[in-house]
Every structure is written in structure tokens, then in C-alpha cells.
């Protein structure tokens, strides 16, 4: 008796959800010995399918993680009656929205823009998981580099980085 072998959509989504964090895709086109446009194209198959959904894929610095939809995210926070809310200062705020719009970005080029020290705002994001250390740059002082992290785009309901609205013109 023959068996069918389970879709390449269906085995990533098996493999990210086991995992519960953002799995790059080199690493699951390794793992279940695919090619990485392969990957990619069920990814897409498999975004598709949970549309509609509860849950979304969310897709971010070339990893896939399965998360919450965010038009339910007020019924799961109800159901676990979560009463912690991230608050961020308006000095914490700023530096999130340089670092989203610019990334990779240093420390450096958020103080140019927000003209203020961004250290305590920058602390503040890193401990909340919400900006990660990308890398540092082959430059005098070897500058950290930072980004966005996948809880930043779950917290902010969005899917990816390109959800982001638009900066306004001016």
C-alpha cells in the first residue's frame, strides 16, 4: 500500500511550528534536502493557504515563522488575560521606527537622525527583543549594525518589513 509523501508546504510548516522561533530558510531547505527557491515557492503556497486563517507566516530577515494572524491578536491576548503591555518611551519609539525604516542601521546614524544619545532607547529594545545586533561593519570602530526582529513584526502585526506604511513625503 502506497503512502503519499507530504507536501513540501506541509513539512516546513510541521518544521516551523515545532520549532516556535524563526527558522532562516537555508536552514529548513537543509533539512528537508530542497532547494532554496523550493522552499520559497512553498513558503508562498503555504502563506496562501493559511490565509483566512488563525495563524499568518511571517517572514523576516530570510526566515519563516508561524505567529498569531494579527486581526485575532486581541482574542488570544483576551484568553490568556495578559495584562503586560510593552510601553515604550517616546526616545524608545523613535529609535524602533530609524532602526525599521533604515536598517541595518547604527547607533550612530539613529542619533544623526533623531539628533539625541539613543544608548538607554537602544538598551531598552534589545532587552525587549525587539532590535537585534545584525552585525558589525568593516568600518573605523566597527560600528554595530542593527535590525528589526520577527517579535517587532508580530507585536506590530505585521506580516513583513514591507507592511510597514509608507514615510510620508517632506
Known amino acids: 500500500m502506497a503512502t503519499d509523501k507530504p507536501s513540501l508546504a506541509a513539512r516546513i510548516e510541521a518544521v516551523i511550528f515545532a520549532a516556535g522561533e524563526p527558522v ?6 537543509k533539512a528537508l534536502s530542497a532547494s532554496v527557491a523550493d522552499v520559497e ?3 508562498a503556497s503555504l502563506e496562501q493557504s493559511l490565509a483566512g486563517t488563525g495563524i499568518t507566516l511571517v517572514r523576516h ?6 505567529a498569531t494572524a494579527p486581526e485575532l491578536a486581541e ?8 495584562e503586560q503591555q510593552v510601553s515604550l518611551s517616546s526616545a524608545a519609539l523613535e529609535t524602533l ?3 525599521a525604516y533604515r536598517q541595518p542601521a547604527t547607533r550612530q546614524q539613529v542619533e544623526e537622525v533623531r539628533g539625541v544619545n539613543c544608548d538607554s532607547a537602544l538598551r531598552t529594545l534589545l ?3 525587539l ?8 568600518q573605523p570602530g566597527r560600528p554595530i549594525a542593527y535590525g528589526t526582529t520577527a517579535t517587532f513584526l508580530h507585536l506590530f502585526g ?3 518589513l514591507s507592511d510597514l506604511p509608507p514615510l510620508p513625503e517632506g
Open 158 to 160: 505585521l506580516r513583513s
Open 131 to 138: 532590535v537585534t545586533e545584525l552585525e558589525r561593519l568593516e
Open 75 to 82: 482574542d488570544v491576548r483576551r484568553f490568556f488575560q495578559t
Open 97 to 99: 521606527v530609524v532602526i
Open 24 to 29: 532562516p530558510i537555508s536552514a529548513l531547505a
Open 41 to 43: 515557492q512553498a513558503a
Open 61 to 66: 530577515n530570510g526566515s519563516l515563522q508561524l
Open 127 to 129: 532587552r525587549l527583543g
